[in-house]
């Protein structure tokens, strides 16, 4: 069987202006990373054409080690709505580094449903993630020059200064650390820290921005700390949002590559959804919905984390509104749900799956909140038995949402057809638009106990001192109508990453609540949710190598 990267390199890529012409782009318009890669203009982002088009949301199960496919199952579909007639576009995330070396190896889709050239995508791309990096770290740089100067400084406090920098690689050692050592010449000594920079606020705000000039409005809305007399600061009275939009100026503009179809796919901006909101960018949903009449996203990890958010703060911004939503499942996830041991996994067990279907049941409900019409698409892995395929189908029947095989690793599009004409036919015939899980002129604790309620199932939620100080603060700062991005685990329903399944009787617990008034929410945090993750015991990149030719071994 070959590998993932194996088949990537079988397939016989068009040049990129093949692929912009097929969706009506003039080649003298896209901006050339070699052959197959491109970033288009903003000016091909059409309002009339994109309220017009249909998007398809993706998201999945509560994800367990076993293995969803969202992304896959993502390409497929959209792979799939090509083969049978339908103009479509998939719409994508950029992958990290961190979770590329560290337990992924790779994040591009897999088997004959992935985007090319995978190693790029990968890898560093177009510089997307080292141009937001940079800018983030220039804000940081700007901090400390501020608090060092005698003739200009602000007189932030340094206690109070909340602003980390990243670097886009997972290594735990920089979660704390202490700047400014070294002398009066080095800078003055405070605590500080690094997040992963797909946690950085600049992300976010750069996929929930407009255009470039919307997004350095939301530069300098960035909170950074307070002054002795406790003024807020913001990176604007720094003057830093100019320099930091004019490093973004091309990392505004969406990437564009194909399938291994040969089909367009705009990837964009990469924000996790534990600790973000999860989902590619504004501006390259818009932009593939002006070129196609079918865009197919997704947003991270289960529907509990990327979609609510993607409803509740990505479309609330935007204006779009999903005319369907594609539930990905497995029967091994569903059995890890259920209790099955992770290391027969592969082994039939009907009970076990039985067991795990609440978890599928509840994500479901979910869907039917926010109003829109579901489908589930079964992943199908090789070693799936038909009674625990034909178990998932009638378990959905029951819930009266359709339950399809996508058998997209192996086949491709030509796995996901029935899926794709059920999709369509969903989408198609679904007339509403989202519903709003909360209003955000609600306080902060009436938002946060709304979605775990609701959405997570909770019985209620208990804020920590910190938090209820935290609330205070953002009140005070009147930032508090902002909608709220719940930091969680993504193992679990609740803020328990051991209580599988479909988890009862459990309080959610906010520790404390970040600001990010530039990427306009605010963060409740549970649990030990972290913003620079550390690698494994055995990192992906042990296995992850190249030759003297340059050909990349060990992205799976």
């Known amino acids: ?18 692929i912009a012409a097929s969706i009506g782009i003039d080649e003298d318009d896209i901006e050339l990373f070699g052959k197959y890669k491109a970033k288009i203009p903003l000016k091909y982002i059409d309002s009339d054409k994109y309220d017009k088009s249909t998007l398809i949301l993706v998201s999945a199960i509560s994800p367990t080690p076993a293995g969803e496919g969202k992304t896959t199952v993502s390409i497929g579909l959209s792979l799939g709505l090509n083969r049978i007639g339908k103009k479509s576009t998939v719409v994508l995330r950029e992958p990290s580094l961190g979770p590329v070396f560290g337990i992924k190896g790779g994040a591009a889709g897999g088997g004959y449903s992935q985007v090319l050239p995978m190693e790029d995508i990968n890898l560093h791309f177009t ?96 909170f950074i700390g307070f002054t002795h007399d406790r003024k807020p600061v913001f990176a604007r009275d720094l003057k830093a949002h100019g320099a930091m939009a004019a490093l973004l100026k091309d990392a505004i503009k969406p990437n564009l590559v194909q399938t291994t179809g040969n089909t367009p796919a705009i990837i964009h901006g990469g924000p996790f959804a534990n600790i973000a909101q999860g989902t590619n960018s504004v501006i390259a949903t818009r932009m593939g919905l002006s070129l196609s009449d079918y865009v197919v996203t997704e947003a991270g990890f289960g529907f509990d984390l990327g979609a609510e958010k993607f409803f509740d703060i990505k479309c609330g911004y935007s204006g779009l509104s999903p005319k369907a939503v594609v539930l990905v499942a497995t029967a091994r996830a569903l059995k890890y749900h259920g209790g099955a041991d992770p290391d027969r996994i592969r082994e039939p067990d009907t009970d076990a799956l ?19 019409c579901a489908v589930v698409a079964i992943n199908r892995f090789e070693s799936d038995s038909g009674d625990e395929i034909k178990i998932i189908q009638e378990h959905c029947d029951d819930l009266g949402v359709e339950a399809v095989v996508a058998d997209v690793w192996s086949k491709g599009g030509g796995g996901a057809e029935e899926l794709a004409n059920v999709v369509a036919k969903t989408a198609d015939n679904c007339r509403n638009r989202f519903r709003p899980m909360y209003d955000w002129n609600w306080d902060i604790p009436k938002k946060v106990e709304t979605v775990a309620r609701k959405i997570y199932g909770a019985n209620a939620v208990d804020f920590t001192r910190r938090a209820r100080a935290d609330l205070k603060k953002i009140e005070q700062l009147g930032l508090d109508k902002l909608p709220v991005c719940i930091a969680k685990t993504q193992k679990s329903l609740s803020d328990n990453p051991e209580l599988l399944g479909r988890p009862k009787d459990f309080i959610v617990t906010v520790r404390e609540i970040e600001v990010a008034a530039g990427a306009g929410f605010v ?33 799976l």
């Open 127 to 222: 510089g997307d993630f080292s141009a937001i990096e940079k800018a983030n770290n220039l804000l940081s740089a700007l901090i400390d020059n501020n608090i060092q100067s005698k003739t200009r400084s602000l007189g932030i406090d340094p206690r109070t200064v909340l602003w980390k920098r990243v670097m886009d690689m997972n290594d735990r050692s920089l979660r704390n650390v202490i700047v400014g050592l070294g002398g009066t010449m080095s800078g003055v000594p405070r605590e500080g820290g690094f997040n992963i920079t797909a946690a950085s606020e600049i992300m976010a705000a750069l996929c929930l921005a407009d255009d470039l000039q919307d997004l350095k409005k939301k530069l300098g809305n960035i």
């Open 1 to 18: 069987m070959k590998t993932d990267i194996e088949i990537a390199r079988s397939i016989k890529m068009k040049h990129i202006s093949e």
């Open 523 to 555: 963060i409740p945090i549970t649990g030990d949710i972290m913003r620079m993750p550390g690698l494994p015991a055995t990192p992906a990149a042990e296995g992850i190598d190249v030759d003297e030719d340059g050909n990349i071994t060990g992205l």
């Open 354 to 372: 039985r067991k795990g279907l609440p978890n599928l049941t509840k994500h479901i409900e979910n869907i039917s909140e926010f109003g829109i």
